[in-house]
């Protein structure tokens, strides 16, 4: 599971929020649009309705300004139907630290946000908290997908870096390292790349968590 990202002290009242992309090669590879149905069916239960919408409405924003944009607080919440009062602890910004808390946006400052495009699949850990017939839809949504795997295509090198930056985000996102390796399997890499993969992001991994 993901662990949870403390966000800056806010001060309040706030009512903009300077938003940008948090741009990631491989989550906008292999992630997955907020307005999906993929997020609607399978991400809405563990990041909640409100979450979810935030999320869509800044996805329509990003379609009209990638490069960021300022996102009107007050107003937001009006449209998302939720309230503002209460400051930080209002309905509202628990919203808005759920797309932090997940892994969807990350605050750069107490009044800037940098929000993912796209969703990561869900984690192993997630999955075992749905409900069984979701867990099964599931199952079949990722068995039935017609994406070719990370390592369809590619030179060896690019392959190679192809499979560390895959591995260091599914340790990130929450992943130990042996399902990390069979997920690289599963995306048909080369059994020998990928424990290389792992070896890479877990030095990677350890070495940025103890820079932060």
């Not at 990638?66 to 449209?79: C, H, Q, S, W």
């Not at 699949?121 to 990370?150: D, K, M, N, Y």
């Not at 090198?157 to 992943?175: I, N």
Request: charged share 25%.
């Amino acid at each position: 599971m993901l662990t949870d990202e403390a966000s800056p002290d806010l001060t309040f009242p706030i009512d903009r929020l300077n938003v940008e992309a948090w741009p990631d090669p491989v989550i906008d590879e292999l992630g997955h649009d907020p307005r999906s149905a993929y997020v609607e069916r399978f991400w809405l239960g563990v990041l909640g309705p409100s979450t979810v919408w935030l999320l869509r409405r800044l996805a329509d924003q990003f379609d009209r300004q990638p490069d960021g944009f300022v996102l009107d607080l007050p107003e937001t919440a009006r449209a998302l139907g939720v309230g503002m009062r209460g400051g930080r602890h209002s309905p509202f910004m628990r919203s808005v630290e759920r797309v932090c808390r997940f892994g969807a946006g990350r605050w750069q400052s107490p009044t800037e946000l940098a929000v993912r495009r796209k969703l990561p699949p869900l984690t192993r850990g997630q999955i075992e908290r749905l409900s069984p017939t979701l867990q099964a839809e599931h199952g079949a949504f990722t068995a039935g997908g017609s994406r070719p795997g990370p390592a369809a295509t590619g030179d060896i090198d690019q392959l190679r870096q192809r499979a560390r930056q895959l591995a260091l985000s599914l340790l990130q996102l929450g992943e130990d390292e042996a399902t990390t390796e069979r997920q690289l399997h599963r995306w048909r890499f080369h059994p020998a790349m990928a424990h290389e993969a792992v070896r890479w992001a877990v030095e990677a991994h350890a070495a940025a968590t103890t820079i932060g």
